[in-house]
């Protein structure tokens, strides 16, 4: 019996056969306002002003923890069905090994 295809829209792009490494770092180049550019570094100011030199941030650690923050234990699961992996990759994030 041959199965039938799901239908997925134009925009969702298939994981490739074998799995990638979901905890490795990826750069990519955003376009936002200068206002936006300027509440973020405002955040990274506010949060170093009274930190230790271990507790202390940068801009890509604001902008990371803000991509993050709107994830909830609510949704791993579902993402973990889309994107195998992704829940070890978020639990291995939260231990600050990812």
Not at 25 to 50: C, F, H, K, M, S
Not at 74 to 97: H, M, N, Q, Y
């Amino acid at each position: 019996m041959k199965r039938k295809k799901k239908d997925v829209p134009d925009n969702v792009r298939p994981m490739p056969p074998t799995r990638p490494d979901l905890t490795e770092r990826t750069t990519i180049e955003i376009d936002i306002p200068r206002w936006l550019l300027g509440v973020l570094e405002y955040r990274v100011a506010e949060t170093n002003e009274d930190a230790t030199d271990e507790e202390r941030v940068d801009l890509h650690h604001v902008i990371e923890w803000h991509l993050v923050s709107p994830i909830t234990i609510r949704e791993v699961p579902l993402l973990e069905a889309k994107l195998p992996g992704t829940a070890e990759a978020i639990a291995r994030w939260l231990e600050g090994r990812g």
